[in-house]
């Protein structure tokens, strides 16, 4: 049905298990995109940027969500997973700590993107 949209969606979440709906929410509606053929960039930003690391988001939980190892794999395999440069080197996450296929990158990055042609960002 969505995948006539090729239209780019960003997702950035800022919140992790300090604001467990609003994170679960952003993980939901990225990962509800990418399943219908959207193309979606999601970034980890703030206290979500643990989520980058192995074994972090098992840790979540919230009652009537999806399980969150299940909706990040959907959207590394399907999707984008971006941490913010900043957030990262605020919690001494470096490259070699965040899991296969999550890119680190700043601001610039995420202005080229939500500025390309089409594009629709959600902040979560």
Same mark, same amino acid.
């Given at each position: 049905?969505?995948?006539?949209? @090729? ?10 298990? /300090?604001?467990? +709906?609003?994170?679960?929410? #952003?993980?939901? !509606? ?27 988001? @098992? ?10 190892? /299940?909706?990040? +794999?959907?959207?590394?395999? #399907?999707?984008? !997973? ?43």
């Amino acid at each position: 049905m969505l995948t006539a949209m @090729a239209r780019l969606l960003v997702v950035k979440t800022t919140a992790g298990a /300090d604001a467990p +709906e609003r994170c679960s929410q #952003a993980f939901t !509606v990225a990962s509800t995109a990418v399943s219908s053929g959207v193309p979606v960039s999601f970034w980890l930003t703030g206290e979500s940027a643990w989520f980058a690391l192995p074994g972090r988001a @098992a840790g979540f939980e919230l009652p009537h969500a999806a399980p969150l190892p /299940d909706l990040l +794999e959907l959207l590394l395999e #399907a999707g984008r !997973v971006t941490l913010c440069t900043q957030c990262a080197a605020r919690r001494d996450i470096g490259p070699d700590d965040v899991l296969p296929k999550i890119r680190i990158a700043g601001a610039a990055v995420f202005v080229e993107e939500i500025m390309s042609d089409g594009a629709q960002a959600l902040v979560y």
